[in-house]
T-cell receptor
Framework: GQQLNQSPQSMFIQEGEDVSMNCTSS?????WLWYKQEPGEGPVLLIA?????ELTSNGRLTAQFGITRKDSFLNISASIPSDVGIYFC????????????FGGGTRLMVKP | GAVVSQHPSWVICKSGTSVKIECRSL??????MFWYRQFPKQSLMLMAT?????????EQGVEKDKFLINHASLTLSTLTVTSAHPEDSSFYIC????????????FGDGTRLSIL
């Protein structure tokens, strides 16, 4: 199915560094979601964004819903080893059966 | 809140066996549940959308007779992989969303299915 363009595909950073990843789409979404998936587990919801321009934080994580409703970014500040995992963005439209369209994922590796 | 439980977490079985996977929303009622398949190092692929009390809607290319979905209550959906073969080996993940307002999907922990 359709995927969002998520970048970068992977990142290998030093502990303490900040991280930024983003998703873009040719379609408008009503909701943007960011999930983290660790090996052998299902995705865990990190942040949900419901309004264009919305900026939301969850601890060291900050995400924004783009004004055009076609993009979103996720920032992680002062990364730690337990931030390792795959981060997925997802767009959702309430008038499309509430199905999610996923990005390809960003694999984050943190060097202690 | 918003806990989704998936069982079993890992299945290994012989070719030709049918396997049932359960997905339960533990602390909320889910009118809609979703079933995904994920291959290694890839994103999640939606297989079907399951609504309580009605037939599931399958994505293009997903065989409904192969992947039987039942959503008998507001807290339980099941996926049965019938006559499984090695090519059906994958990571299957369910998700559920609440019935009111704008709710995000919450995912189960997934089921790793290995067919020998």
């Amino acid at each position: 199915g359709q995927q969002l363009n998520q970048s970068p595909q992977s990142m290998f950073i030093q502990e303490g560094e900040d991280v930024s990843m983003n998703c873009t789409s040719s379609s408008i979404f009503n909701t943007w979601l960011w999930y983290k998936q660790e090996p052998g587990e299902g995705p865990v919801l990190l942040i949900a964004l419901y309004k264009a321009g919305e900026l939301t934080s969850n601890g060291r994580l900050t995400a924004q819903f783009g004004i055009t409703r076609k993009d979103s970014f996720l920032n992680i500040s002062a990364s730690i080893p337990s931030d390792v995992g795959i981060y997925f963005c997802a767009g959702q439209n309430n008038n499309a059966g509430n199905m999610l369209t996923f990005g390809g994922g960003t694999r984050l590796m943190v060097k202690p | 809140g918003a806990v989704v439980s998936q069982h079993p977490s890992w299945v290994i079985c012989k070719s030709g066996t049918s396997v049932k996977i359960e997905c339960r929303s533990l602390d909320f009622q889910a009118t809609t549940m979703f079933w995904y398949r994920q291959f290694p190092k890839q994103s999640l692929m939606l297989m079907a959308t399951s609504n309580e009390g009605s037939k599931a809607t399958y994505e293009q290319g997903v065989e409904k007779d192969k992947f039987l979905i039942n959503h008998a209550s507001l807290t339980l959906s099941t996926l049965t992989v019938t006559s499984a073969h090695p090519e059906d080996s994958s990571f299957y993940i369910c998700s559920a969303r609440g019935e009111t307002g704008v709710q995000p999907q919450h995912f189960g922990d997934g089921t790793r299915l290995s067919i020998l």
